[in-house]
């Protein structure tokens, strides 16, 4: 059964870098048929979609985040990872890692989720 | 502002039927991309309920049911069970952003 699992830092200042990794095990990265992305929640707010990447590198950004996001793959150790730059309060929040279908645009399988606060 | 409009709340009493409705444009739903719907329990990642419009994942109870028409989707639950109290979101793709995936705004239904 495919499993995500999120890690990195609960707590990153305001104008650093938020860094998070998903590790994907009982399945490959590198499948064609799926993308692999992260989708966040602001405390008490709906979901927003930060970006997605493909197995092969291709990256896909929510334009509203674009100039402050960087989504890699690693498939040597079947993770992808996000880098969040310049960060402010308004990124506080619950960060998803999950998987998406390529051919109808569904996330089938989502992680657990990581809580990110940003603050001094 | 969400790509797609939900109502913010709906609810009804025990054993009552309600509708959540999705509302998108010509460039998501009314373009005829699929809609997906999710159930978010509280603390808890979304769990998958709806998919392609219509179908349901295995072990969702047929009392969730959903559809499609032009630029909105809808999804209904019967039978509503204290349980079915959640936040739900309904998803699509949109084709004016390679890529995109955009949701709704989301719903919280209230058992009452």
């Known amino acids: 059964q495919l499993q995500l699992q999120e890690s990195g830092p609960g707590l990153v200042k305001p104008s650093e870098t938020l860094s998070l990794t998903c590790t994907v095990s009982?399945?490959?990265?590198?499948?064609?048929?799926?993308?692999w992305g992260w989708i966040r929640q602001p405390p008490g707010k709906g979901l927003e979609w930060i970006g997605s990447?493909?197995?092969?590198?291709?990256?896909y950004y929510n334009p509203s985040l674009k100039s402050r996001v960087t989504i890699s793959v690693d498939t040597s150790k079947n993770q992808f990872s996000l880098k969040l730059s310049s960060v402010t309060a308004a990124d506080t929040a619950v960060y998803y890692c999950?998987?998406?279908?390529?051919?109808?645009?569904?996330?089938?399988?989502w992680g657990q989720g990581t809580t990110v606060t940003v603050s001094s | 502002q969400s790509v797609l409009t939900q109502p913010p709340s709906v609810s009804g009493a025990p054993g009552q039927r309600v509708t959540i409705s999705c509302t998108g444009s010509?460039?998501?739903?009314?373009?005829?991309?699929?809609v997906h719907w999710y159930q978010q329990l509280p603390g808890t990642a979304p769990k998958l309920l709806i998919y392609?419009?219509?179908n349901r994942p295995s072990g969702v109870p047929d009392r969730f049911s959903g559809s499609k028409s032009g630029t909105s989707a809808s999804l209904a639950i019967t039978g509503l069970q204290a349980e079915d109290e959640a936040d739900y979101y309904c998803?699509?793709?949109?084709?004016?952003?390679?890529?995109?995936?955009?949701f709704g705004g989301g719903t919280k239904l209230t058992v009452l």
């Open positions: 999950a998987r998406r279908r390529d051919y109808d645009a569904l996330w089938d399988v």
């Open positions: 010509s460039s998501n739903i009314g373009a005829g991309y699929d």
């Open positions: 998803q699509s793709y949109d084709s004016s952003l390679s890529g995109s995936s955009v």
């Open positions: 392609g419009n219509s």
């Open positions: 990447i493909y197995y092969s590198g291709s990256t």
């Open positions: 009982g399945g490959s990265i590198s499948s064609s048929s799926y993308y």
